[in-house]
């Protein structure tokens, strides 16, 4: 029996207040005890998670000095010396304190957006200290509930200076660090600003050209859902422009509020899709946990948590290659998708002659839609089997 055990290879990383999470609730207070987060990255390495993501405020408070700043920088610096484990992604927290309660980057208050700004430009000072591969922007007040009282072309506008000016400095002092734009259809607000994959990606190519080439998107599962829409789709787009950043993973059942649970504790055979297409792919970024533990637990619980979530991962790789192996799969997948290279030329690149011999190609329709059978049942019926353990 394999072990499924995580190592630092697999990049797996663990926001800090997935660890530290309380389990409040909006309906109810915390039900564990606080945990220090220089004890959580202590624990995530020693769970063997390679990495960790923070906020600025997770380390230290919105009110902190330069000085309690350096400290906290200093101590997190120090367990990650001791353990070997990494700064995946840093970012800033634009959403708990109140001054942000009308956004932040696209707050109305011209003061509130321009301390959001000098907040992020703090935060990437922290983020280059940490060495932190990745910053994240996640515009988790940056949007509406009153459509009258903020124009979205100017909301997306204010987001697009600032994300430019943020980044600009990232590149001077830290030109190895990528930016990820992390989407969100609502939740805090009633609306929020680049709810898709898609937005975030339409949104990036309006970026100056330098920041263009740094900024992708950190898809979430949850927030997929919560729209909606397909997890294997989403990410994959965002992979195919060249622009999956990293991955924040969890489970969540569709068109709720953000549930941020364990990976595959609800939808096994999406959570495969995830997997899969990160090793179709050789996808080489973090995955990065953004779930917690159910309110039930303990904080003992919380540690079943992290080693939960990797495990599954684990052992979904293993479907993958079982899948990817199956004989009786692969030939069912040779012939699905079996092509014809000189018709494919042939439509691949517009040419006048190309379009010519277009014309000339003698297809009919009721011949083609019969002509090819597409054994879908049975193939996804063997997948099912190799999730289910038969196979
Ligand atoms: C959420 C988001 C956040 C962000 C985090 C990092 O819905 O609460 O997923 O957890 O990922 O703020 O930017
Ligand atoms: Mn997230």
Redesign the pocket.
Known sequence: MPEYKPSRNDKFAF?I?CVTNPGADPFGPPTREPMDPIDAIRGLAEHEAWGF?S?DNDLYPIDATPAQVGKALKAAKAVMADTGIVCQ?F?T?L?THPVFKDGAFTSNAPQVRAYAVRKAVLAVDAAAELDARNF???G?REGAEVDLAKDPAVAIKRLRDAINFICDYGRSVAPKMTFSI?P?PN?PRGDTFLPTVGSALAFIETLSPANCKIVGVNP?V??VKMAGLNVYHEYAQALEAGKLTEL?INDQKPLRY?Q?LSFGSVSLKESFFLVKLTMDHNFAGAKSW?AHAYRSEDTAGVWDFVARNMRTWKILEEKVRRVNDDAEITALLAEITASDHDLEDLHRTFSPDNVERLKELKLKPDRLATSRRLPYERLDQLLNEVLLGVR
Do not use: L, R, Y
Request: hydrophobic residues 30%.
């Open positions: 926001g207040w993501e906020h992604a970012t927290n959403f994240i922007f996640w988790g992390e969100k939740e979430e949850a927030h924040h953000d941020d953004d």
